[in-house]
């Protein structure tokens, strides 16, 4: 009995090793039980990076979160420094387009850090239908995420479309911080982008003439954003999207609508600044400005600042914007944002019902019952008279 006991002790000994071996070799073995999250299945990336993405999920809510995994053990120390500062700079940044961080950790092992759930932009499928749309929200939102950042004295350095991620809602978000911070040398972000920062064979790198002198530091974001928008624009043309695009800057301007050509070629050949800055001067564009998607989306991000006068006029002429919008962006990002009634008293949620029956009507019946009908019934359960006579109206 005892020589059983002891070849199962044994046996348990060497399982409890094996265990121990593998999750070092993964990265997880030395993660503080403080850890706030559950590392999940890895998921695959179509670029090459220091970095490894794994889904996870929150120990407190089982919210759903992205996690970054950078391991030291085949790293230099040119990338893990990279790495670092991705680390840090992730957790600093607080603004609506910038990926963000929870939470963050430096291990013996390597560098974890946790976002909101996203992928990848070049792994990201537009919704059925929007195939030929270009996502003019998503270039906004990551031109208006870089803007702050430029505003906020950093270079960001690996900007472009392997940097961006997507929410599951379709928001774009920047990431990429390992070569981010402020007084960005031009020269050293050229020869080291490469080894530290994503990589897909065949996608345009940045001419050495960003070097010269009279460009600014900033020129090689300002080239970046060249890049994201021809592929943006490029891939609605083709209908086709990911790492197997293949993106002729030389060419690429006959994509970019005819109202950003002039800021195109600019941005592909940066001069002195003298004051302006160039991505938030694009940001202001008509083209962008007037777009009925980025109108929307401006307007609901500010709603808490707005005056009732104006969220009245703007719910009245919802329905009237809707018509310059995708179903997939209607369904995908518009109703989710009106259906956090939560948000709104009684009577600005009925001006907001027309709008959220007409994008209804386009949902599968069990969407349509699940996510639109509760909203119906609670405002129709309110006593106000004048929310009753809006919705009896509507």
């Given at each position: 009995?005892?020589?059983?006991?002891?070849?199962?002790?044994?046996?348990?000994?060497?399982?409890?090793?094996?265990?121990?071996?593998?999750?070092?070799?993964?990265?997880w073995g030395d993660l503080p039980s403080s850890f706030g999250?559950?590392?999940?299945?890895?998921?695959?990336?179509?670029?090459?990076?220091?970095?490894?993405?794994?889904?996870?999920?929150?120990?407190?809510?089982?919210?759903?979160?992205?996690?970054?995994?950078c391991g030291k053990k085949d790293l230099d120390p040119a990338?893990?420094?990279?790495?670092?500062?991705?680390?840090?700079?992730?957790?600093?940044?607080?603004?609506?387009?910038?990926?963000?961080?929870?939470?963050?950790?430096?291990?013996?092992?390597?560098?974890?850090?946790?976002?909101?759930?996203?992928?990848?932009?070049?792994?990201?499928?537009?919704?059925?239908?929007?195939?030929?749309?270009?996502?003019?929200?998503?270039?906004?939102?990551?031109?208006?995420?870089?803007?702050?950042?430029?505003?906020?004295?950093?270079?960001?350095?690996?900007?472009?479309?392997?940097?961006?991620?997507?929410?599951?809602?379709?928001?774009?978000?920047?990431?990429?911080?390992?070569?981010?911070?402020?007084?960005?040398?031009?020269?050293?972000?050229?020869?080291?982008?490469?080894?530290?920062?994503?990589?897909?064979?065949?996608?345009?790198?940045?001419?050495?003439?960003?070097?010269?002198?009279?460009?600014?530091?900033?020129?090689?974001?300002?080239?970046?954003?060249?890049?994201?928008?021809?592929?943006?624009?490029?891939?609605?043309?083709?209908?086709?999207?990911?790492?197997?695009?293949?993106?002729?800057?030389?060419?690429?301007?006959?994509?970019?609508?005819?109202?950003?050509?002039?800021?195109?070629?600019?941005?592909?050949?940066?001069?002195?600044?003298?004051?302006?800055?160039?991505?938030?001067?694009?940001?202001?564009?008509?083209?962008?400005?007037?777009?009925?998607?980025?109108?929307?989306?401006?307007?609901?991000?500010?709603?808490?600042?707005?005056?009732?006068?104006?969220?009245e006029a703007f719910f009245e002429g919802l329905p009237n914007?809707?018509?310059?919008?995708?179903?997939?962006?209607?369904?995908?990002?518009?109703?989710?944002?009106?259906?956090?009634?939560?948000?709104?008293?009684?009577?600005?949620?009925?001006?907001?019902?027309?709008?959220?029956?007409?994008?209804?009507?386009?949902?599968?019946?069990?969407?349509?019952?699940?996510?639109?009908?509760?909203?119906?019934?609670?405002?129709?359960?309110?006593?106000?008279?004048?929310?009753?006579?809006?919705?009896?109206?509507?």
């Open positions: 009995a005892d020589l059983v006991l002891s070849q199962r002790g044994c046996a348990l000994l060497t399982l409890a090793t094996m265990f121990k071996n593998l999750l070092s070799k993964v990265g999250f559950t590392v999940g299945e890895k998921v695959d990336l179509p670029f090459t990076w220091c970095w490894d993405m794994h889904k996870g999920q929150s120990k407190s809510d089982s919210s759903a979160v992205s996690i970054f995994v990338q893990v420094m990279a790495a670092k500062n991705a680390e840090q700079i992730s957790k600093s940044l607080r603004h609506p387009n910038v990926l963000r961080a929870f939470s963050s950790i430096e291990v013996e092992s390597g560098f974890y850090v946790v976002t909101e759930e996203v992928m990848p932009l070049l792994s990201a499928e537009p919704t059925a239908g929007d195939e030929r749309t270009p996502a003019v929200w998503g270039l906004f939102q990551a031109l208006d995420g870089l803007a702050f950042l430029h505003t906020s004295g950093f270079t960001h350095g690996l900007f472009g479309p392997l940097s961006i991620f997507v929410t599951r809602q379709g928001d774009y978000r920047v990431g990429g911080f390992e070569l981010c911070q402020k007084g960005l040398d031009t020269g050293t972000a050229l020869a080291s982008r490469r080894r530290v920062g994503p990589y897909v064979s065949g996608f345009p790198e940045p001419a050495r003439t960003l070097e010269q002198g009279g460009v600014p530091s900033i020129g090689i974001d300002m080239w970046g954003a060249a890049v994201l928008a021809a592929y943006v624009f490029g891939s609605a043309r083709s209908g086709r999207w990911g790492p197997d695009v293949r993106i002729d800057m030389a060419k690429a301007s006959q994509d970019i609508p005819q109202e950003l050509r002039k800021t195109f070629e600019e941005l592909q050949n940066p001069k002195p600044l003298r004051g302006r800055s160039p991505i938030a001067d694009a940001t202001a564009l008509p083209y962008f400005q007037k777009n009925a998607a980025v109108q929307v989306f401006s307007f609901l991000a500010s709603l808490q600042i707005k005056s009732p006068e104006e969220k914007l809707l018509e310059g919008l995708s179903k997939g962006v209607q369904t995908r990002q518009v109703l989710p944002e009106l259906l956090a009634a939560q948000r709104f008293p009684g009577q600005e949620a009925a001006q907001v019902l027309p709008t959220i029956l007409k994008i209804g009507v386009k949902l599968e019946n069990d969407e349509f019952r699940d996510k639109v009908a509760p909203l119906v019934a609670q405002l129709f359960s309110m006593a106000d008279r004048a929310v009753r006579f809006r919705l009896l109206t509507s």
